[in-house]
């Protein structure tokens, strides 16, 4: 089965770019989905189709993949970003949908 | 406004039976597929199934988790998703959230339900 490997733990100071990391077996050839969710709430869609925003997302959030690394990038991190976040594919091969473990970001 | 409200989560014993529902409101349920996902307390994200529409002869699929034990369906008269779950084990207590798909992703997710599978 397709296995997406995300780092347990990011930290970042407040103004400064985060960058998560998802890793997966030539994921450059899916389409890979990010999430945000904070503690006691469900997920939220914050990048879409490798690079796209949802309706509302600032832009501060972008996404980039290729090879066998996709990329979620925070730009001008804040306090209120601080969050879990999980990426996630569809493996057209097995029909299966996969996410990642899920990477802390943390803001010192 | 897009809604999903899940329900039916609740305390049961190992090898018992839950039936969960999700109700949809504020878009097209019938069109869409719609999928579960669980996640365990203090753990990630896992995917437990998709029900597709009727278009796609409401094909289903399952994580392997689950597979054998688990049955999605779907009642578009009622804009509601279920997610019927037997012979549970202790490994499946977390919460359950309904999602709808939107492309190969999830664009709107429900509040989730909890399910606690012990003696």
């Known amino acids: 089965s397709y296995v997406l490997t995300q780092p347990p733990s990011v930290s970042v100071a407040p103004g400064q770019t985060a960058r998560i990391t998802c890793g997966g077996n030539?994921?450059?050839?899916?389409?890979v989905h990010w999430y945000q969710q904070k503690p006691g709430q469900a997920p939220v869609l914050v990048v879409y189709?490798?690079?796209d925003r949802p309706s509302g997302i600032p832009e501060r959030f972008s996404g980039s993949n290729s090879g066998n690394t996709a990329t979620l990038t925070i730009s001008r991190v804040e306090a209120g970003d601080e969050a879990d976040y999980y990426c996630?594919?569809?493996?057209?091969?097995?029909?299966?949908?996969?996410f990642g473990g899920g990477t802390k970001l943390t803001v010192l | 406004e897009v809604q999903l409200v899940e329900s039916g989560g609740g305390l049961v014993q190992p090898g018992g039976s839950l039936k969960l529902s999700c109700a949809a409101s504020?878009?097209?349920?019938?069109?869409?597929?719609m999928h579960w996902v669980r996640q365990a307390s203090g753990k990630g994200l896992e995917w437990v199934g998709r029900?597709?529409?009727?278009?796609?002869?409401?094909?289903?699929a399952y994580a392997a988790s689950v597979k054998g034990r688990f049955t999605i369906s779907r009642d578009d008269s009622k804009n509601t998703a279920y997610l019927q779950m037997n012979s549970l084990k202790t490994e499946d207590t977390a919460v359950y959230y309904c999602?709808?798909?939107?492309?190969?992703?999830?664009?709107?997710w429900g509040q989730g339900t909890l399910v606690t599978v012990s003696s």
């Open positions: 999602t709808r798909q939107s492309g190969d992703g999830f664009d709107y």
């Open positions: 504020g878009f097209t349920f019938s069109g869409s597929a």
């Open positions: 029900i597709r529409s009727k278009a796609n002869s409401y094909a289903t």
């Open positions: 030539n994921i450059g050839s899916k389409s």
């Open positions: 189709d490798d690079s």
């Open positions: 996630q594919v569809w493996d057209s091969s097995s029909d299966l949908w996969v």
